[in-house]
Each structure stands twice: as C-alpha cells, then as structure tokens.
C-alpha cells in the first residue's frame, strides 16, 4: 500500500510527498504522517532543503470534511503547519491542480512557494461557514496585504497561479515539469545558502478601522445573515493589530465559533450534498456513458436561448431549431445581446464572446438534427406539441441519440411514448434564466436507460449545472414542493398579512426573494395557467388564489406588466406597494368571510415553509427524490434557500420534526393548510431525524 506521506531524498534534496486520492485532503492520518516527516526531515543530516509536493490530480484540497462532524484529533493542523514553518531547513511547496483551504494554508506555512501555471489557490471556507483557521487568515495579509486577503477569504473565490504570483502569494511560476524546476529551485537555495524566510514574521501594514467597519458593512449585505465573512473581518483586523501568536489563537477561537455553528453544519451538508446528488444509487457505477459532442436544441425562446448558450459557453456546438427565420431572428438577437452584456461588463472577452456565439448555427429544418448526440426540446408547455416534436426526432434522429424535453411538469413517460425509442428519451429541466442558474433537475422516465442517465449527469457537469434526478410526478421535485408553498403564501394574505409582510419576513429568514415577489417574478398568469392545468387531485380550492386571479383579471400580471401584487420601477424595477392592492386583499377577506388578524413574523414564514418540508417528505417516501440532500440541493439551486439554512428538509431536522409535525397538525386544524404526510409522522413516531432514516 503506499504511504499517505512519504519521504525520499533526491540528492541533497528531501522530498516529502503526500499521496491520499481524490484530493489530498488533509485527513487525521495524513496530518501525523506529514508532521512526522517533517520532523524527521529537519534532522535528516542529508537533506538540505525540503521539497513538498502532492501525488495525483491536485496539491492539498483542504482539511477533510467530512472529519469535522467527528471529535478532533491531535495533531491539529494549526500545530503540523507550525511545524512545517518552524524546520531549521527551508521549505518550498510545489503546486498543482488546486491548493485550497488547509492545503494553501500549508503553502503559506512553507518559506518558498511555486505552482505550475495552471495551478489555482483558494481560501474557500468561507462556503462552508467556515474561515481559514490555521493560520491562514494571519499569513494571507503578511504577504498580500488585507485588501486582497479580505477578498479572497470572503468571496472564497479561487484565483490562478499568475494572480497569486503578482499578489506575492506565490515566488515562481513554471509551465511544465513541476517537480524538476522545483528542485533546481531547492539546489539554488542551497548553494545561495539562503535559510527560511518565515511570513509569520513578516509585519502587516495598518489599515483604518473605517476599512473594517466598511467591508462589515458591505458583507451584512452580500452575505446576508452568514456568521463567517464577518469573523473572517475580524480575524483580518487582528492581523494588522497583533503579532502572530495572538493573531493565530485569535483566529483559532473564531474558527471553532464557526465549526460549531448551526451554519456550517448546514453548509457542510450541502457540500456533501450536491457530490451525492450526482450519483444514480441504482445504476452500476462502471455504466459507461454515451458520446455528446454535439446538441440541438427546439425552441428559440427564452430558455432555448439560455440552454443553447449553456452549451456554447461549455465549447458544446449547438444546432437551434425553430419553425421560422423571424422566431430563429429574435431568439438569436436576445444570445447576441446578452454575451454583448457580458463583455460590456468585462465579465467575458470579446474574441472568447465572439467564440461562443460561433457555436450557435440556426435551422428550421429537422433533418439537421440527423446527426447531433443529444437534442433538447424547450417549446411553451403544452403535451400534445411537445409529442408531435418527439414523434418527429424520433424519424430524423441517429440510433443512440438521446431525446430530453425541457418540461417543468408534464409527464416525461407520456412524451417518450411518442416515439419508438423511450429507453432514449428523458426530461432535462433548466430554470431560468437557463445559461445563469445552476440547478439541473434530470428526470427519469420509467424506461430511461442506465447509459442515457449517465450520460445525462455527464453533460450537467461539462455545462456547468448542478444535476439532481428525479422521477416522474407532476412537478418532479422543486415545482411540485413550491406549489404548497405558495398556496399558504396566498392564504396569509387573506387572514391578514400585507404582501411586504409575507415578502420580509422571507428575507429575514434568509431567501433570496419572498414568495409573493417570487409570483410577480414568474408572472400571476403564468402561475395561474399552471393552476388550471393541474389535475384535480393536486390543484385543491382556488380560494387562497381569488387576490392573483383578479389582479390577472386587471392585467396586473406581475413585473413583466410594471404592475403585480406592487408596482414596478421601469428602469430599477424596485417593487413598491400599491394601496388599491392593499385595498383588493382587504376585500376579498371580506367576501370569503375572512376575519383579518395580526399575523407575526414566525407564523408567516411557518405556514409556507413547513408546507414546503411537507410536500418534500411525500416526495422522498414516493420515491421521486433519492435522498433529502436532493431535495436541498433542489432549493438552494434552484429557488434561493439560504445556504446556511441548509435546505428545506436540513433544517425541518434542525428544528426538530416533533415541532414540524405539531405546528402542520395545527394549522390543518385552523386553517385547512394539509394533512401530514405519512413519513412525517412515522418518523416522529419513531424518534428519527430525516437523516438518519435516509443516512447512506
Ligand atoms: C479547511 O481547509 C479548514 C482549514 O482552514 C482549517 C482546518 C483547521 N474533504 O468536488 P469533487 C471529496 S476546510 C473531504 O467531486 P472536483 C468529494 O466529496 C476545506 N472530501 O471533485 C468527492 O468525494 P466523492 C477547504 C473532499 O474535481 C471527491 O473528493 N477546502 C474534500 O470536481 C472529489 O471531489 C475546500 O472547501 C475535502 N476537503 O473538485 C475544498 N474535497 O467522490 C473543497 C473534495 O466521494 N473541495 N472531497 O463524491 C473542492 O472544492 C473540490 O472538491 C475540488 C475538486 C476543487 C478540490
């Protein structure tokens, strides 16, 4: 077996190497096997420099994870690392792939620094509720000043090895050959007799108090409600005001406040979450995927757009298909103007615009999808279209070829059932705006081939997606949770809560937009055809919707219109109360019989939410989700959930079920809001958390 970390000499070089696949993180065993080696190494009599390099795809990719939900154990990174700075002989470290977290803390800790050009750094803790705790948030400013160091802690942002060198995060920078010009560079400081250069012993420049109190600030904005970006400012105050040792065991307590947050807990999860939403528990692991290199795509509309420029963006050449030359013209004016935005914005160069955009060839004709790998069709929802088109790629399209329709809820099965081929055929659900958001909802058909799946999560990850899969229902898993969820949005407003009422107490909670504003986003007539479409089972009373029906009935359709639930800015599209609104609700209360109450804030986001859990736990017991963390992983893609809440169902268990299922039972009682679904009230029953009857 070979060792986690060994140690070799090369000439008067000794080369301590770390070897624990996929990433190198930095687990307990590989902690005492560096700690050890390095030791050992500054008594090696025979080594005069020490080289530290990382086996396989990638330096350090940080602490491991998946060890913070267990008791420490000793040693500590902070200690190893201290280790590390304090050898009598110098220490350089050799990037590749990426060094992040822990693992460029340790390059930080080392007196001479090179990465491959390639490389890239990153302090990302901060997307983990955490902050960089050994040593990290003290030595980043020693070397790159606050300023930068600050950015780079609380965007969490990786930035490649060229920036890093001028940042004078890293000394040198090489093409190739890694290793080799590492050690030239260890030979060279031997002969130039140079000894360890030891940041911690570098000062940091003092900054104003107004600079700390401004990024405070800035980030009670950016990162609303997260605890981390603003111990990270602490941490990086007291970088310019203390020396090291105090700074270290300054950050040290911060990092442990932050380890044992609820926060973190719930970042955490997530990021294991979204790794595990992209495996198939029932499709072998060697399934070997189908060849993509190519796509077509039905619709020029919005999200066809948004779906061609996520592949073009991916170096994915893309066929647009649409019934006539003004559709296609229209289509492709909206792709032109938004990548002529972005270069605007200088967030994409011109020529790299230019390149993309030139992936996009136009048609009107089926016959030129003959030959593409995967076509994926993104017409308006309505079923008996969306099989003629499917009946049709099943007569022009290659053997092989895989046939996904871009639908939010109709029935995949049905669809696939137009053509001779349904093993082929699957849903790929993007949302809006396609070529921005993340989420990917993969859905399974009942004959949905292994190797088609594969290669449907394969493609989610070439364009840059987040895939969960979902089988068949009405909805799949986010559109069908969020049904409920409105509905009782809607049904507060006619017990008593104000549109801003409902709106803020979401955002105080932490989403991105409440779900009254989220209605006038989608657009009142948009939800209301969705409604009508609904089978009866699931559509229920449309009382909790008469205030959205009649402001449809006035042409008050939602931001699109300037006008919804409140009006709209035309240039800021700032959203404003309308007191005739105010005045609709108020009377529609009456004729239904209503009497109006004072709602407070922990009802009003209850009531919505807990429906939303609701729902997601018959979505998890049918089977249409795989496990909760998808679930999650749906909403904070696709829907804004805040991270550190962890997701729907992460922090229904936060909270405690026993409460979820009590406070659902009495709003069911005084209000109608729906029965507890089974699994909720097992679970209880039995005293198991959602994750621990899901538990892998
Ligand atoms: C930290 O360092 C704290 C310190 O400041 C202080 C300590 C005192 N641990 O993403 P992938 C697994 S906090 C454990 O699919 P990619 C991952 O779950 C840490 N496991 O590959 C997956 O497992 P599986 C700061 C980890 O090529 C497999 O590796 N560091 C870790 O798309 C492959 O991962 C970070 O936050 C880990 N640190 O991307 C970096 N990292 O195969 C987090 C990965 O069973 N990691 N795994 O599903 C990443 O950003 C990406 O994984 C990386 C590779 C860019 C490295």
Redesign the pocket.
Known sequence: MTELVSYRLAGKIGVVTIDNP??N?FSHAVRKGLLRRILDAGQDDAAAAILIVCAGR?FV??????EFDKPPEDP???EVLDAVEGCPKPVVTAVHG?A???GF?LVLASHYRCALNSARIGL??V??G?L???G?TQRTPRLAGAEAALELMTTGKPIGAGKALSLGLIDRVFDDELEQHALAWCEELIDNGSGPLRVSERSVPALDAAFFDGAREQLARRARGQLAPQKIVDCIEAATQMPFTEGAEFERQR?AECLGSPQSAAMRHLF?AE?EAAKLKDVPKDTEARELRSVGVIGAGTMGGGIAMSCANAGIPVKLLDVDDAALERGLGVIDTNYAISVKKGRLAEDEAKRRRERIVSTTDYADLADVDLVIEAVFEDPELKKRIFAKLDSVCKAGAILATNTSYQDVDEIAAATGRPGDCLGLHFFSPANVMKLLEVVRGAKTADDVLTTAIRFAKAIRKVPVVARVCYGFIGNRMFNPYIRESQQLLLEGATPEAVDGAFYEFGMAMGPIAVSDLAGLDIGYKARMALPEDLRGSDVPFTVADRLVEQGRLGQKSGAGFYNYDPKTRRATPEPAVTAMIEEASRELGIERRSIDAAEIVERPLFALVNEGLKILEEGIAQRPGDVDIVYLYGYGFPAYRGGPLFYADSIGLDKVLSRIREFDERFGSGKPAPLLEALVAEGSSIAERFAR
């Open positions: 996929p990433v993180a990638t990719a940080g602490a491991d994870i998946s500590w990174l902070p990426t992040l977290g822990g803390e990302p803790e997307h983990l955490l960089p705790g050994a990290g990092f294991f790794r």
